[in-house]
T-cell receptor
Framework: AQTVTQSQPEMSVQEAETVTLSCTYD???????LFWYKQPPSRQMILVIR??????QNATENRFSVNFQKAAKSFSLKISDSQLGDAAMYFC?????????FGTGTSLTVIP | KAGVTQTPRYLIKTRGQQVTLSCSPI?????VSWYQQTPGQGLQFLFE???????NKGNFPGRFSGRQFSNSRSEMNVSTLELGDSALYLC???????????FGPGTRLTVL
C-alpha cells in the first residue's frame, strides 16, 4: 500500500529563520511524483513545490526547496527566510498514476 | 482565468439525508477529483472524473458517488448521510493529469 508519513504534527519557526518539514513515503513504483501543498487558514490548498521521482536534482521554488532522498524514500521541505504568511498546514503528497496520497499534515507556526 | 469554484461553501444536513456538492473546474480543465478532509483521517481521495467518465476511485462506500457533465462541471452526491461524513470536501481540477491539479476552496459539510 502506498503511504505518506509526516511525523511532525506541529512545528514552529522564528520569522526570517529556516525550518525543515519531514516526509517519508512508501511505494514500489519507479514512476511517481511528490508534492508539498500549503493550506492556510482560509483552506485553499496551494501547490508549493513538485518533484518528479526520475529527476535527481532537488526542486526549488524561491524560498522553498526540497531534499529528495530517493533511496531513503524521504522528501523534506525547507523553508528559508520564513515569513508570517508561511503559517499554514503543510501536506506532503505522492501520486502514482492517477491516484493521490496525502500525509496527515504539519501545522507550521511562524513566530514574529 | 477563474479558479476552481465549489458550491455551496457550507452545508448543514441531518443524518439520513442526501446531499449534492458542485464543482466547476478551471476553464479548459477536463479532470476533476474529489477529496474528503477530516481531522481524524486527513485527506482522502474519493474519485476522479475525466471527460465525463470515472477514471479512478478511492476506497469509499457506494453512498459516495459522482458524475461529470459535458462542460466538465462535476457533482458529488452522498446518500444516507452519517455523522462521520462531516468533513471538508475539496475538489481539484487539471487539464488531464492530476499531477497538475488546482484545488477549490472546499465545501464544509456538517451532519447533525
Amino acid at each position: 500500500a502506498q503511504t505518506v508519513t509526516q511525523s511532525q504534527p506541529e512545528m514552529s519557526v522564528q520569522e526570517a529563520e529556516t525550518v525543515t518539514l519531514s516526509c517519508t513515503y512508501d511505494t514500489s513504483e519507479s514512476d511517481y511524483y511528490l508534492f508539498w501543498y500549503k493550506q492556510p487558514p482560509s483552506r485553499q490548498m496551494i501547490l508549493v513545490i513538485r518533484q518528479e521521482a526520475y529527476k535527481q536534482q532537488n526542486a526549488t521554488e524561491n524560498r522553498f526547496s526540497v531534499n529528495f532522498q530517493k533511496a531513503a524514500k524521504s522528501f523534506s521541505l525547507k523553508i528559508s527566510d520564513s515569513q508570517l504568511g508561511d503559517a499554514a498546514m503543510y501536506f506532503c503528497a505522492m501520486t502514482e498514476g492517477n491516484q493521490f496520497y496525502f500525509g496527515t499534515g504539519t501545522s507550521l507556526t511562524v513566530i514574529p | 482565468k477563474a479558479g476552481v469554484t465549489q458550491t455551496p461553501r457550507y452545508l448543514i444536513k441531518t443524518r439520513g439525508q442526501q446531499v449534492t456538492l458542485s464543482c466547476s473546474p478551471i476553464s479548459g480543465h477536463r479532470s476533476v477529483s474529489w477529496y474528503q478532509q477530516t481531522p481524524g483521517q486527513g485527506l482522502q481521495f474519493l474519485f476522479e472524473y475525466f471527460s465525463e467518465t470515472q477514471r479512478n476511485k478511492g476506497n469509499f462506500p457506494g453512498r459516495f458517488s459522482g458524475r461529470q457533465f459535458s462542460n466538465s462541471r462535476s457533482e458529488m452526491n452522498v446518500s444516507t448521510l452519517e455523522l462521520g461524513d462531516s468533513a471538508l470536501y475539496l475538489c481539484a481540477s487539471s487539464l488531464g493529469s492530476i499531477r497538475e491539479q488546482f484545488f477549490g476552496p472546499g465545501t464544509r459539510l456538517t451532519v447533525l
